[in-house]
């Protein structure tokens, strides 16, 4: 099969037929050859190690190399093939600590050496050890004898040529024996893959005794012909940039690396060493040995095209010792596949790519097996082969897998014979958890590794990157997620062991670098860390291979022998004495609620370390323990709270100031009058503010909500208009008029009628039609159907006035729409009204009327935006931010312990500012307005617009604006209740026609909501909501999904013009990109650089509209001579 039965064949074919091409090179610095060998000297020298080894063994005796890499390594490894010895690559202990010094004990104990090769330094340690009942030399103690000296062994394909030490994380190492057909299998398979020959050149800065170091990086290229540029690792992990140095010095076209590699290159190299490098010869930049980060491909692959990188060279790949190394690879002329798969599908054990926003898990394909070889899926617990769409362990077959572990014939037997269901031959079990997808494979994790949290398979890779994505604070690749079950809690617990950088291990960081990783894992995962132990650098055990060990982690947690630094989670609270709730009300104060709230939570896992600092995310607490504690307080107190907000930032002091007030509430409308008593009821507040302006002017349309839905396929209109019409019944509001009376603003629900569907032929006309067109508050209908079809493609045009609708009950409409069945009868909104009215008190009203008129006091009520009214009317500008931009942006307002809408708000004045010139002024924003639980399920407007102050001014850094803008922001949040007319009530705003009262301008930030994907049988394609942006000058509203943030621009031409929005985006996209790199500026030097970005940008505009303008001129011209 193969034109090589041993390597010493190879090794003489290469000396006989190119002796005098460079074999090796080695880097001293990274940079420089310091030392060179020739295929012929390889050959000579390392028959001269041979014979010295032959001299003292017998063949198939082990020698332990725990050398550094090097060139002796190179030839000290080839001499024990060359002798008929089984070389045991290990690494030097980096100490004498017990923990570094167990690892060579268990493998010394396991492989029985006769010899131990190392550095001077290591050998008395290492003869302590193992009591001096084994050699340790070191290589210089062999002696050169003369390569004639040597015998030729006698071996043959079965002959083991060494052993690879693999401890995976299961602690106890294992010793695969590679055969010297596995070898040459493997090392043809990757020449086959990637192309190597000796036009070619590899770069290897991993270690020798990692597989992927030794076998990709030194044999396989000797093997092609090709040389290699070897480099001790520290080098590289002392400065990464020689790697990439190296490869454009030396025109390399292949290195392989493990993901961190990569990711660590793309945060520490410059951009200046970027534009000296040349990486266009590098055909092969492999990626394997643990989990791949798609994120870390695309950033390495877009950072470094700036020096040549061909996107094509990006290569993913899968190994595993057991079946020598190489299993995979990706071919040169394909980009890396990434999947994006339905993570809540994953988590039962099945694949399925993601729809449009539905969460996601991105998964990065690893490449083909290669000729001879195969890969198989197999249900790890039956033996059965798994279904397409299912996830198993991924089981090897061809000549590369080794046939057993080195004197241990029962754990051979289950790895290395397994037999699917029915059929026949034998398969090596990985131990990993893949699928395969269009012929490649795609690995999620390991078996052993895999985390069970509340039903969901995880994968600790995943938690890990997430961490080190968001918290600078803890060391790359350090560290150790797993679980285990814990009798208190009833269930498994999530453990991570962390090692945090130098300068945070100080006791002051520890809090932040809990609640950071807690809101990493939160965001990642939605599950919530049990225990974080931060331990010394260099404690948390890892594999030969570089792999964080995590059953060995877990181990030596239990066993105490970590070096801890600080933990959270470690031991359960004492039972203290409950304070009841009946004690609660009768004397409800500050720290009884605080008391009472910390107390729930320790009931709900007594493991929290419950500060009242942190958010409740912060503290722990997942999904699930935020929906237990949400039962607690509607179960005990009878507090109904939308979930959703207890994910928010705020923290366990905020809520004790919440219960407090609650306390004095009215007990919340849960049990309404039957259906013919609940036809009539005042207005809610937000729905008066909508009445009055109809009052003023029936005639305008400007609260107009026209819901544009694109379906694609078979469309049943007759299943449409059927569920149009249970809508109406289902949702009074929608068959509801508006009418004054004697106590003020009335409404009143009308009978259910069948819903118009008319069907249109012009989709522009029906849409200018519908936007023209104002709803008949008074009489009715409040919602309009229009459908335009045209083949397979269907416009659905659903009109309905704001006073009915908010954006939350577009997504409740589009549910009901895509439902077969309708649920349970929701609450009504005259519900909601009816609760509004009894929670606001007059005394209530007046406790919060007094803190806004002092929060907005002395702070000017409208604000100067410069334009030049050139062109009345509304327009737009529409605009995105990438998701990397997103998250990099995320991670830096954690960072200033501020949510990402903070630091968007916070940007958003600065630009302001610098357009118009004013230092205080007040925004808007809309907040949800649904205090309780209970009408997250009602169709209606609850929306409330919250006021915002605004301080540009002062000698302080962007970095304490942020600060500044954090606690305002707060101090409104924990105020947004009020409904907005009340707040304008209480300051009394002189009004002006086409200003609204207090602010003209808004900032609207929320999260794309998933939406159903199919309607009456067709698909649903796209929802647009159009609304006028009415007395409002300006309104820049965010829609954050998957791919990133969907910004539009809303402006009335009065007040503001086309030049300036592409200022304002300007500026503000470019203060998001450096405004991590200026926090220390002070706002002067700021607004001097934003003037300067300003300036330029409005240069390059002008001349951009000369240029234009000269070329229409110019056209006109040449048109004029042709008539």
């Known amino acids: 099969m193969f034109a090589f039965n041993h390597w010493i064949d190879v090794l003489e074919a290469n000396a006989l037929h190119f002796p005098q ?13 310091g030392e060179t060998l020739t295929f012929a000297q390889l050959h000579e020298e390392s028959r001269s190690l041979a014979a010295a080894l032959q001299a003292r063994y017998r063949p198939g005796e082990r020698v332990l190399l725990m050398l550094p890499s090097s060139l002796d390594y190179v030839r000290t490894f080839c001499a024990c093939l060359y002798a008929g010895l089984i070389a045991v690559p290990l690494f ?71 052993l690879q030490y693999t401890s995976g994380s299961t602690g106890t190492p294992k010793g695969v024996e590679v055969r010297q057909r596995n070898l040459i299998a493997n090392v043809e398979l990757m020449r086959q893959a990637y192309g190597f020959d000796e036009h070619g050149a590899m770069v290897n800065w991993l270690p020798l005794y990692h597989d992927m170091g030794l076998i990709g990086g030194v044999l396989a290229p000797l093997y092609s012909g090709m040389p290699c540029y070897l480099m001790a690792s520290q080098t590289f992990v002392n400065a990464p940039s020689t790697w990439l140095q190296a490869l454009s010095r030396y025109r390399a076209t292949a290195s392989f690396a493990p993901n961190f590699a990569y990711a660590l290159c793309n945060r520490v190299v410059s951009d200046s060493l970027i534009a000296q490098l040349d990486l266009s010869a590098w055909q092969h930049a492999i990626n394997g040995a643990e989990p791949i980060h798609p994120g870390t491909l695309d950033a390495f692959a877009q950072r470094f095209a700036a020096c040549g990188l061909n996107p094509l060279a990006i290569s993913p790949g899968y190994g595993q010792a057991e079946a020598t190394l190489c299993v995979s690879a990706t071919p040169a002329d394909a980009l890396p596949v990434v999947l994006r798969l339905d993570k809540q599908v994953l988590e039962t054990g099945r694949v399925a790519l993601a729809s449009g926003d539905a969460p996601a898990v991105e998964f990065v394909a690893c490449g083909y097996p290669q000729a001879h070889h195969s890969i198989a899926i197999a249900n790890p617990d039956t033996f059965e082969r798994c279904a397409a769409d299912r996830i198993g362990e991924v089981w090897l077959q061809g000549p590369s897998n080794a046939e057993a572990y080195w004197q241990n014939p029962e754990a051979s037997r289950i790895a290395f014979q397994a037999q699917i269901v029915g059929e026949p031959g034998h398969y090596l079990r990985s131990g990993d958890l893949g699928f395969m997808h269009q012929g490649q494979v795609v690995i999620c994790g390991r078996l052993k590794d895999l985390l069970i949290l509340n039903g969901r398979n995880l994968y600790p890779h995943d938690i890990e990157f997430a961490i080190t994505d968001s918290e600078p604070g803890i060391r790359t690749g350090r560290i150790a997620a797993f679980s285990e079950m814990d009798p208190v809690l009833g269930r498994e617990k999530l453990v991570i062991v962390a090692e945090p950088q130098r300068k945070f291990v100080d006791p002051i960081h520890h809090p932040a670098l809990f609640a950071s990783m807690q809101n990493a894992v939160r965001e990642a995962a939605d599950c919530g860390i049990d225990q974080i132990v931060l331990v010394q650098a260099g404690t948390i055990p890892m594999t030969t291979s570089g792999k964080i060990a995590r059953q060995g982690a877990r181990t030596q947690l239990a066993a105490g022998t970590l070096s801890i630094i600080a933990q959270s989670g470690a031991t359960a609270a004492a039972p203290t004495e409950r304070l009841e709730v009946t004690q609660l009300r009768e004397q409800p104060d500050l720290a009884a609620c605080h008391q009472w709230l910390a107390q729930t939570l320790l009931e709900l896992n007594p ?42 930032e705020q923290n366990l002091g905020h809520w004790a100031q919440a219960l407090l007030i609650y306390l004095g509430t009215p007990a919340p409308f849960v049990n309404p009058a039957p259906e013919a008593d609940r036809s009539h009821s005042q207005q809610s507040f937000a729905q008066r503010r909508l009445w009055f302006l109809h009052h003023l002017n029936p005639q305008d349309t400007q609260h107009n909500l026209v819901l544009h839905l694109t379906l694609h396929g078979a469309l049943d209109t007759q299943a449409l208009s059927r569920r149009l019409d249970a809508l109406v019944d289902r949702h009074s509001v929608l068959r509801t008029v ?59 045009l659903l009109t309905v006035h704001h006073i009915a609708f908010d954006g939350r009950s577009a997504q409740l409409l589009l549910a009901e729409l895509a439902a077969d069945t309708s649920p349970q009868r929701p609450p009504q909104y005259l519900d909601f009204a009816r609760w509004e009215a009894a929670h606001w008190t007059p005394q209530r009203i007046a406790a919060q009327q007094d803190f806004w008129r002092e929060h907005l006091a002395d702070v000017p009520q409208t604000l100067a935006l410069g334009g030049n009214g050139a062109a009345p009317g509304q327009h737009r500008l529409d605009f995105s931010l990438p998701q990397s931009r997103c998250d990099a942006l995320a991670g830096l307002a954690r960072e200033q312990g501020m949510t990402l809408f903070m630091l968007l708000l916070a940007c958003y004045q600065l630009v302001l500012k610098q357009l118009g010139g004013q230092q205080r002024f007040l925004l808007g924003t809309d907040v949800s307005g649904r205090p309780l639980a209970a009408h997250n399920e009602v169709i209606g407007f609850f929306v409330n617009q919250l006021t915002l102050r605004c301080e540009v001014e002062g000698e302080s850094s962007l970095g304490k604006f942020f600060q500044q803008v954090r606690e305002l922001a707060q101090h409104a949040y924990a105020h947004q209740d009020l409904p907005f007319d009340l707040v304008v009530a209480a300051l009394a705003p002189a009004r002006r026609p086409g200003h609204a009262p207090l602010f003209q301008v808004k900032l609207n930030y929320q999260p794309s909501r998933s939406a159903p994907t199919l309607i009456a049988g067709a698909q649903l394609h796209s929802l647009e909501v159009a609304q006028a942006p009415g007395d409002f000058h300006l309104v820049l509203d965010l829609v954050h999904g998957s791919h990133g943030i969907d910004a539009t621009l809303k402006y009335r031409g009065e007040h503001f013009d086309q030049a300036r929005a592409l200022r304002l985006q300007h500026l503000w996209t470019r203060l998001l990109d450096e405004a991590g790199e200026r926090l220390s500026e002070s706002l002067p030097a700021l607004g001097a650089q934003l003037d300067t970005w300003d300036q330029a940008f409005q240069r390059e505009s002008q001349q951009t509209q000369a240029s234009a303008g000269r070329s229409q001129l110019l056209h006109a011209k040449r048109r004029s001579l042709t008539l």
């Open 21 to 33: 091409r460079a074999a090796l090179h080695f880097l001293p610095d990274g940079v420089e050859v």
């Open 738 to 796: 508006y009418h004054d009376g004697v106590d003020g603003p009335q409404q009143r629900v009308v009978p259910a009628s069948a819903v118009q569907l008319i069907v249109q032929n012009n989709l522009q006309d029906c849409l200018a039609r519908e936007h023209a067109t104002p709803v008949d508050l008074q009489h009715g209908p409040l919602l309009r159907a229009h459908l335009i079809s045209q083949g397979e493609r269907h416009d659905l």
């Open 607 to 648: 493991y929290l370390t419950v500060n009242s600092e942190l958010s409740l995310i912060g503290l722990g607490l997942d999904s699930i323990g935020l929906a237990d504690f949400a039962a607690r307080l509607q179960r005990d107190l009878g507090w109904e709270l939308d979930t959703q907000s207890l994910f928010g």
């Open 92 to 162: 030097p202990p980096p100490s004498r600590k017990p923990r570094h010094l167990d690892r060579v004990r268990n493998v010394v104990v396991d492989a029985q050496p006769a010899l131990i090769l190392a550095p001077v330094e290591h050998c008395e340690a290492l003869r302590e050890l193992v009591d001096n009942r084994v050699d340790v030399l070191t290589v210089h103690d062999l002696g050169t004898p003369p390569a004639g000296h040597w015998q030729r062994p006698s071996i043959d394909a079965a002959t083991v040529a060494f």
